[in-house]
């Protein structure tokens, strides 16, 4: 099946930095979809994003859908201790009639006051 | 409007037991999906049903794993009997139509399950 490679896996940062984490994969894609899990909680969808080269913001997020379809990338900019979590890139399938989600291992933020 | 719901949040159980875990979707969702994250792996596809029907099941690990959703409102998936690599959290996810414009799927918190 298909496999995103996300990284990095961790990252520990002091609050007011950007970040950035990206995913990757050896197939082409329609829609890259980013997720972020609170503790205790489940996934949350941040930003879809459905053509290449598209660049969509929320907030202090922003992402973009890479042009050879194979990659896209998070941004947050001047973080704070509510962005901590474990954020997940995603892609749609719709094999079999199903939109089921594949998902990268995710990349667990930690913001230091 | 409530989110999607599960129960319980938390199950230990010994190796060879049966576990039932539930999960309640948005009202009026009637697309139901069930996704299993092992600790360090990625969150992984399992089945997808439409109303009362499956739809796609082909993330289904082994016939231990029985899901259900008689009348197409809430729906369980039984482990019978657990192993302990079936320790892991399963999430429970609904959506409002197959698609992406109107396919958003909404994730519930979770069941922590653990095998021993």
């Known amino acids: 099946g298909q496999q995103l490679n996300q990284s990095p896996q961790s990252m520990f940062i002091q609050e007011g930095e950007d970040v950035s984490m990206n995913c990757t994969s050896s197939?082409?894609?329609?829609?890259w979809l980013w997720y972020k899990q609170d503790p205790g909680e489940g996934p949350v969808l941040l930003i879809a994003?459905?053509?290449?080269?598209e660049l969509t913001s929320n907030g202090r997020l922003t992402a973009q859908f890479g042009i050879t379809r194979k990659d896209s990338f998070l941004n947050i900019s001047a973080s704070i201790p509510s962005d901590v979590g474990i954020y997940f890139c995603a892609v749609t399938y719709s094999g079999a009639g199903s939109y089921q989600l594949t998902f990268g291992k995710g990349t667990k933020l930690s913001v230091i006051p | 409007e409530a989110g999607v719901t599960q129960f319980p949040s938390h199950s230990v159980i010994e190796k060879g037991q049966t576990v039932t875990l539930r999960c309640d979707p948005i009202?009026?969702?009637?697309?139901l999906y069930w996704y299993r994250r092992v600790m360090g792996k990625e969150i992984k596809f399992l089945l997808h049903?439409?109303?009362?029907?499956?739809?796609?099941e082909s993330g289904m690990p082994n016939n231990r794993f029985l899901a259900e959703r008689t009348g197409g409102t809430y729906s369980t998936l039984k482990v019978q009997p657990a192993e302990l690599e079936d320790s892991g959290v399963y999430f429970c996810?609904?959506?409002?139509?197959?698609?992406?414009?109107?396919?958003?799927?909404?994730f519930g918190p979770g069941t922590r399950l653990t095998v021993l």
């Open positions: 009202s009026g969702h009637d697309n």
């Open positions: 197939s082409i894609f329609n829609t």
């Open positions: 049903f439409v109303k009362e029907s499956k739809q796609d």
């Open positions: 996810a609904s959506s409002q139509a197959p698609g992406l414009a109107l396919g958003e799927q909404f």
């Open positions: 994003l459905y053509k290449a080269g």
